[in-house]
């Protein structure tokens, strides 16, 4: 932990202040251990500390899903708090499942959503989880810009050695999505105020970005479904909006979900089912791999809706 002695001195938070025993510290006193807790938040990271010397990121949640509401810590992943020195999270609740493990733990915390204007929580159809910010952030490039910078300026203050080198890889990072985002948005112009269904509550600042409304947004518990009430609402609902000539609108689940509810409105309505990703797990380092998922996703809405 070398490389946040410095800085944290400043600060008047050395680690051994915090009262955590030596052997729950870092073996490797001169890496700096960082932990990214979702793939987004790891891409974000690893593209800001690219080439830096000394710096190690790890990645601790790892799944197709944006749903963490009921994930559950691990042995690993305790073992792999215990030993950061550092923890960048997404914020805006999403997390809310380390709070206890948080409490108790001497890294320092990047919270990228931090001085953000969030998006209250999309009421939905399906299960509450009385959730009052919408934390799918990452989901809109301008959020993901925000967030680079919130990585790039916090680990500035905490490894000042490597402050350069974080701010240039921050800038060719924001060059790249910069540009993709003004060709994402450029490809669904033509479908501007477009309606669309959604089987996770996941793409409201998608959806905003991109200028399209969410008509229906159903959340689906891993292991449930949707009642088959709940359906014939939804179908109905949808069945009344295209009376009234708001058109086909496309349903959209998340990649790697189940699609049976999805299709079941759709063959009541005559409309077709498509997947979205929400960028939850993969193994790429880096902008690249985020900007690949976005461009695919904006490749999907323009098949939806040509």
Not at 247 to 273: K, L
Request: charged share 20%; with cysteine; aromatic share 8%.
């Amino acid at each position: 932990m070398k490389k946040l002695l410095a800085p944290l001195c400043a600060f008047g938070l050395l680690l051994s202040a915090c009262g955590q025993p030596a052997a729950s510290q870092p073996q490797d006193e001169n890496i700096l251990h960082i932990v990214a807790t979702t793939y987004p938040v790891y891409l974000f990271t690893t593209a800001v500390t690219e080439g830096a010397e000394g710096v190690e990121v790890s990645l601790l949640v790892n799944q197709q899903t944006s749903c963490l509401h009921d994930y559950t810590l691990t042995v690993a992943d305790m073992k792999a708090i215990e030993g950061a020195d550092v923890i960048v999270m997404n914020g805006a609740g999403l997390e809310n499942f380390m709070d206890d493990a948080l409490s108790t733990s001497s890294a320092q915390v990047i919270d990228c959503s931090e001085g953000m204007d969030l998006l209250p929580a999309q009421g939905h159809e399906g299960h509450d989880h009385d959730a009052e910010y919408d934390p799918h952030i990452w989901m809109d490039a301008t959020y993901a810009s925000l967030m680079l910078s919130q990585i790039s300026q916090s680990l500035t203050e905490l490894d000042s050695a490597n402050g350069d080198l974080y701010t240039q890889n921050e800038s060719a990072a924001q060059t790249a999505l910069t540009e993709a985002d003004l060709s994402w948005r450029e490809a669904l112009a033509p479908y501007k105020g477009r309606s669309i269904v959604t089987f996770h509550d996941g793409f409201q600042y998608f959806a905003n970005a991109m200028g399209l409304t969410i008509f229906k947004a159903i959340e689906e518990e891993e292991g449930s479904t949707a009642s088959a009430q709940e359906l014939a609402e939804i179908v109905d609902a949808i069945k009344l909006a295209q009376k009234y000539d708001l058109g086909t609108m496309p349903i959209f689940t998340e990649v790697n979900g189940s699609t049976a509810s999805a299709d079941t409105i759709a063959r009541e309505v005559g409309c077709q089912v498509y997947q979205l990703d929400m960028i939850m797990s993969g193994k790429g380092t880096g902008i690249q791999p985020y900007l690949d998922a976005m461009q695919k996703n904006i490749d999907t809405i323009v098949e939806a809706f040509g």
